[in-house]
């Protein structure tokens, strides 16, 4: 299910949503050939939470991105590969 909520910015109705954000779980996680499962016990999470994350249906709390930041041996901002996400927003944002 898309959540979508609408704000104002500058008198104009924006329409946001839930979009996929890219990120380096998946890639991270096999290159150490460990299982969602393991990574799950790892972070304190469930399995369907990182399948969720790593399809890019779920965005993880910052709490979470830093313990899966650890695990992986990297930062925040590449695990979430932030500066690339905030481009797209950037772009998206310049086509309103």
């Known amino acids: 299910m898309k959540l979508t909520s609408y704000y ?3 008198n104009l109705l924006l329409k946001t949503g839930h979009c996929k954000m ?7 996680r096999t290159q150490l050939k460990m299982t969602q499962q393991e990574l799950a016990a790892l972070v304190h999470v469930s ?3 990182v399948i969720s994350i790593e399809k890019g249906q779920y965005s993880p709390s910052l709490m979470l991105a830093y313990r ?7 930062t ?3 695990l979430c590969c932030l500066k690339e996400n905030k481009e797209l ?3 998206r944002y310049e086509e309103i």
């Open 89 to 91: 927003e950037d772009l």
């Open 22 to 28: 890219k990120n380096r779980v998946k890639e991270l």
């Open 8 to 10: 104002a910015v500058n």
């Open 76 to 78: 925040v901002e590449e």
């Open 68 to 74: 899966m930041a650890v695990v992986f041996g990297v």
């Open 47 to 49: 399995a369907r939470t």
